[in-house]
């Protein structure tokens, strides 16, 4: 019996030790932070803690991570300002605000560069109805004069209209009866063929009215969005500067204020340069419409004089 309780007794100092030293490794397990707290806790003496505020560690264990917590969350919380700053900056950066903000000269250069692409597209819309109007009408003209035989005759199928043929037909007949009398049919049609010519000559300075703004836009316009470019980068060259830094954030609403304006010039330049090209070819199709207005108008007048001889001759063998 005594052997028993004994090893009983054996047994439960045993456990009891074991206890004791499991304790304090299970509470360096769950919080290894602690430490530090403890050894700053410690008297600078150097005098030793006894055992029974071992269990007391794990209770200061939270205060190191909320304590290194918060500047992470400050931190955070102040990198969030910043970049909500940033990001409408960055996306406000539309053409509206860079002209909005951009300098008095620079935007005086836009507003100038966009009436000039407004008259651009203007003259491109009426001389398109001009010359679409004043073709048709005269391809019209000539399919009723085809089957005319003298001047008369084709101003009675062209009516009172006016146009271009009815002034060719008109100056030949002002030519013959001016002209009456005289015996040199060449020297009449010498005549009549001058007055063609001015007529040519003046229906070519009408149909090209606004051709010549067309070349001025395409050929300047790209000079003018250059100075407005130069003029804005002076300026933000200006402004760095001023601020002594060259951040990108300063530097780039700047320059791109300059460079709207180079983008505003190509915008008026480009479509002026390819309608001046369109309408030259057009305006070369009507005016060999025109020549053949006045190729017919001679012809006419050509029968007439000779009809009229062979009148003449046939009166003096009677």
């Known amino acids: 019996?005594?052997?028993?309780?004994?090893?009983?007794?054996?047994?439960?100092?045993l456990m009891l030790a074991v206890a004791w030293l499991a304790?304090?490794?299970?509470?360096?397990?769950?919080?290894?932070?602690?430490?530090?707290?403890?050894s700053a806790a410690q008297p600078s003496g150097g005098g030793t803690v006894p055992s029974a505020s071992t269990p007391a560690a794990p209770a200061a264990s939270p205060a190191p991570a909320v304590a290194g917590a918060a500047p992470v969350a400050l931190n955070s919380a102040s990198a969030k300002p910043e970049a909500a700053g940033i990001a409408p900056a960055m996306k406000e950066l539309s053409p509206w605000v860079m002209f909005m903000s951009a300098d008095v000269i620079v935007k005086a250069v836009m507003i100038g560069l966009a009436f000039a692409s407004l008259m651009t597209w203007t003259v491109f819309i009426a001389k398109s109805i001009e010359l679409s109007i004043a073709s048709s009408k005269l391809r019209s003209a000539l399919k009723k004069i085809a089957e005319a035989r003298s001047l008369a005759e084709a101003q009675m199928a062209l009516g009172t209209?006016?146009?271009?043929?009815?002034?060719?037909?008109?100056?030949?007949?002002?030519?013959?009866?001016?002209?009456?009398?005289?015996?040199?049919?060449?020297?009449?049609?010498?005549?009549?063929?001058?007055s063609f010519a001015e007529i040519v000559r003046a229906e070519q300075r009408r149909i090209r009215i606004g051709m010549g703004v067309l070349a001025t836009i395409g050929s300047t316009s790209p000079f003018v969005g250059l100075f407005g470019t130069v003029w804005g980068i002076m300026n933000s060259f200006i402004g760095i500067s001023k601020?002594?830094?060259?951040?990108?954030?300063?530097?780039?609403?700047?320059?791109?204020?300059?460079?709207?304006?180079?983008?505003?010039?190509?915008v008026a330049a480009i479509p002026a340069v390819i309608i001046y090209n369109h309408f030259s070819r057009v305006t070369k199709g009507y005016l060999e419409l025109v020549s053949r207005a006045s190729g017919a108008a001679g012809r006419l007048l050509s029968r007439d004089l000779d009809r009229s001889h062979g009148s003449v001759h046939s009166r003096a063998a009677e």
């Open 23 to 38: 304790s304090p490794v299970s509470a360096q397990t769950q919080s290894p932070a602690a430490a530090p707290a403890q």
């Open 243 to 266: 601020s002594q830094t060259t951040n990108l954030a300063v530097v780039a609403p700047g320059i791109a204020e300059a460079l709207l304006a180079t983008a505003i010039g190509l």
């Open 1 to 13: 019996m005594k052997t028993m309780s004994f090893q009983a007794s054996v047994a439960a100092a």
């Open 161 to 194: 209209k006016e146009g271009i043929l009815p002034s060719f037909l008109a100056a030949a007949l002002r030519e013959a009866r001016m002209s009456a009398g005289l015996s040199s049919d060449a020297g009449i049609k010498e005549r009549a063929a001058s």
